[in-house]
């Protein structure tokens, strides 16, 4: 199982990003995704996690409060991919974004966390 994020990069305060994180290799089935970040010198950070869902519902979502209200996280189930959509950033955002999935690989075993890469965001004031 691999998750390979994208969409990191060098943008001015105020501007926006679309981060994008797929699953990749062979499971079962995928459980909650989200989004953290870390900044240099500090601990990493939950941003936003999403559940599941199912065919008519997104999955309820939940947000750091430094982010809620700019940040919007969403998934596409039949992609395995997790968005984050950041908007209105600040230097404050500059941080490597990793995205993490809760992933069972077989039916009948327990699940397990897995994490992407990470992928720098850099706000320039």
């Known amino acids: 199982v691999q998750l390979q994020a994208s969409g990191g990069g060098l943008v001015q305060a105020g501007g926006s990003l679309r981060l994008s994180c797929a699953a990749s290799?062979?499971?079962?089935?995928?459980?909650?995704m989200g989004w953290y970040r870390q900044a240099p010198s500090k601990e990493r950070e939950l941003v936003a996690v999403?559940?599941?869902?199912?065919?008519?519902?997104?999955?309820?979502?939940n947000y750091a409060d430094s982010v809620l209200g700019r940040f919007i996280i969403s998934r596409d189930n039949a992609k395995n991919t997790v968005y984050l959509q950041m908007k209105s950033l600040e230097p404050e955002d500059t941080a490597v974004y990793y995205c993490?999935?809760?992933?069972?690989?077989?039916?009948?075993?327990?699940?397990?966390?897995?994490w992407g890469q990470g992928t720098l965001v850099t706000v320039s004031s």
């Open positions: 999403i559940s599941r869902g199912s065919t008519n519902y997104a999955g309820s979502t």
């Open positions: 290799g062979r499971f079962a089935s995928i459980n909650y």
């Open positions: 993490n999935a809760n992933i069972r690989v077989r039916w009948g075993r327990d699940p397990s966390d897995y």
